[in-house]
């Protein structure tokens, strides 16, 4: 475990920092070192002689800002500060009154304050208990319409900590410096248009007081390349065959949505899979045939919509013989008998788009109760919501949490900061992604990459949800490369297939 994948919440952060404090650390040493981390990593950013306006909140991360407002102030920046409150906790009181007496200027009415190249946001941390009122609300919109750069510490000021909700209202910063360990609002999508880029301050917090409050089995983490690598079927054993290397079988698609399949199939192609059957209506299997020659297209009855009638796979073959299955691009929802046999096989099972819909309307919890085996959905926020109508949704780890501890499924909950949860209600969040991957047909590659990593992975030790998270995180990285490449508009699924082993080759370079 390293400290890039931890995440906490306020009350963790709290707790974690009372132990150290408790040990002999003093308050303001802690301080010092902190805000001299984010000093630097300014003085990296913004050029000497700039002027720097800084907001001072009346707790400690106002104090922050009031010790970088000092570093800055001496090495030739122009600093003034904007600090509105009467009452501030007794070390911010002292950095203020230092501040004052070093004749950089304080404001407190916005009216007064003069313009600047940068802002520095120390409003408010973690410590922030509830709405922002006035007059600090309308001075945080006022500087949201600064079109000055901000850089946030800790997290932008206005936001919950735990949810990423915004209090009344939040700053909107184009940088934010996250102190310590990850707080989890930052990782949860209704906050993202606030936080910029984010960065992880290390300012040494001992791994011995992260576990004395989180236990040893941390419970949100962050998906990391480290740890997505490892999980990865690479290399391979010298001596295989491509039924030791897993057998997938999708089931997808059906005359009106073709490509659904299309793509699935490319997703599972990148992933190496062994061997690769495809289940789609007869109709379009020339079309399959065409698109992914390795693959053993299965032709199936069809109804009259032209979805998936029946199973009908070779002689000798039931579904038991596969090391995987993955259900759902493209089925459309007359599949329901095809969705009912899958969930009641022996085998791993991935279930997606049209079979989530289907799985709904048999309803959730009952019918996952049935599976033997492992079981992953892969909602989007939509099908969450016909799939858990009851479940709250504020906080989205809390929702995916309980939405696997209920069906003891492993739940990958789509989003920009996808989050997965395992039946113990352990979560990965997936920390990089990018808006381009909002697409028509992004999710059924993600499906059969994820489908062909399973059927790899299934007899190994690897768990389930690690298979998920390291599908999502390749599936997003695509996405990332592909974009630099080609901007966010040009990333198509089809393009995305195309970049999925690229990722491969840029994270195994020395
Ligand atoms: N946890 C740690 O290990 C460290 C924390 N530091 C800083 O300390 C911060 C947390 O400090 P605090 O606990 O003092 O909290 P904050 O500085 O986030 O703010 C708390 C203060 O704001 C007031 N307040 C809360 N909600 C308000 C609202 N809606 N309107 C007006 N006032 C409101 C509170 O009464 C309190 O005085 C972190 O975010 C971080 O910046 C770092 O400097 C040092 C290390
Ligand atoms: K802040």
Not at 99 to 113: M, N, T, V
Not at 233 to 250: C, D, M, N, S
Not at 379 to 407: C, K
Not at 412 to 439: D, H, M
Request: with cysteine.
């Amino acid at each position: 475990m390293t400290k890039e994948q931890v995440i906490v919440t306020a009350a963790q952060m709290r707790d974690i920092e009372g132990r150290i404090f408790a040990a002999g650390m003093p308050v303001a040493a802690l301080m010092e070192k902190v805000a001299r981390l984010i000093s630097d990593r300014l003085q990296a950013m913004i050029p000497q002689g700039q002027r720097v306006g800084i907001l001072v909140g009346p707790g400690h991360n106002g104090c922050d800002a009031l010790v970088v407002a000092r570093e800055l102030h001496f090495r030739g920046d122009q600093v003034w500060i904007y600090q509105p409150f009467t009452k501030l906790k007794e070390l911010t009181s002292q950095h203020f009154q230092y501040a004052q007496s070093l004749g950089i200027p304080c404001y407190q009415k916005l009216e007064e304050l003069p313009s600047c190249d940068f802002l520095i946001d120390g409003l408010f941390g973690f410590g922030l208990e509830r709405e922002i009122t006035e007059p600090i609300a309308s001075a945080i919109n006022h500087f949201n319409e600064w079109n000055q750069p901000i850089f946030s510490i800790d997290l932008p000021s206005g936001l919950h900590t735990d949810t990423g909700e915004i209090l009344g209202t939040a700053i909107r910063a184009n940088h934010t410096f996250c102190l310590g360990l990850w707080k989890q609002g930052l990782l949860q999508d209704q906050a993202l248009a606030h936080i910029g880029k984010a960065e992880l301050i290390d300012f040494d917090i001992p791994l011995a007081d992260i576990h004395a409050v989180l236990g040893d089995v941390i419970k949100v983490k962050r998906i990391t390349a480290k740890t997505a690598l490892a999980t990865l079927p690479l290399p391979r054993p010298p001596v295989t065959h491509k039924y030791k290397e897993g057998h997938l079988l999708l089931i997808c698609g059906s005359r009106r949505y073709a490509g659904g399949a299309i793509l699935t199939g490319l997703g599972a192609r990148a992933s190496g899979v062994g061997m690769l059957s495809i289940a789609v209506p007869e109709s379009i299997k020339p079309l399959l045939v065409s698109h992914l020659p390795e693959a053993l297209i299965i032709g199936c009855p069809e109804t009259e919509t032209g979805a998936i009638a029946q199973l009908q796979l070779p002689d000798n073959t039931d579904l038991s013989s596969f090391s995987a299955i993955a259900c759902g691009p493209g089925l459309t929802k007359d599949a329901m008998p095809i969705v009912q046999q899958v969930i009641a096989s022996p085998v791993p099972l991935i279930l997606d788009a049209d079979a989530l819909n289907i799985l709904a309307q048999l309803g959730t919890i009952p019918t996952l109760q049935q599976r033997q085996a492992a079981t992953v959905l892969t909602p989007h926020t939509g099908e969450f919501h016909r799939l858990f109508p009851d479940l709250p949704y504020t906080n989205r780890v809390n929702a995916v949490q309980t939405s696997a501890e209920q069906t003891g499924a492993v739940i990958l909950l789509k989003g920009a900061r996808t989050a997965i949860s395992n039946p113990q209600g352990v979560v990965w969040i997936n920390s990089e992604s990018t808006p381009a991957l909002a697409r028509g047909g992004s999710g059924d590659v993600l499906t059969g990459l994820m489908g062909g990593l399973l059927a790899q992975i299934a007899n190994q030790q690897t768990t389930i949800e690690d298979v998920v998270a390291t599908a999502a995180w390749w599936h997003s990285q695509a996405g990332i490369l592909a974009a630099a490449e080609r901007t966010e508009l040009g990333v198509d699924a089809f393009t995305l297939t195309q970049y999925l082993i690229k990722v491969l080759l840029v994270w195994n370079q020395p």
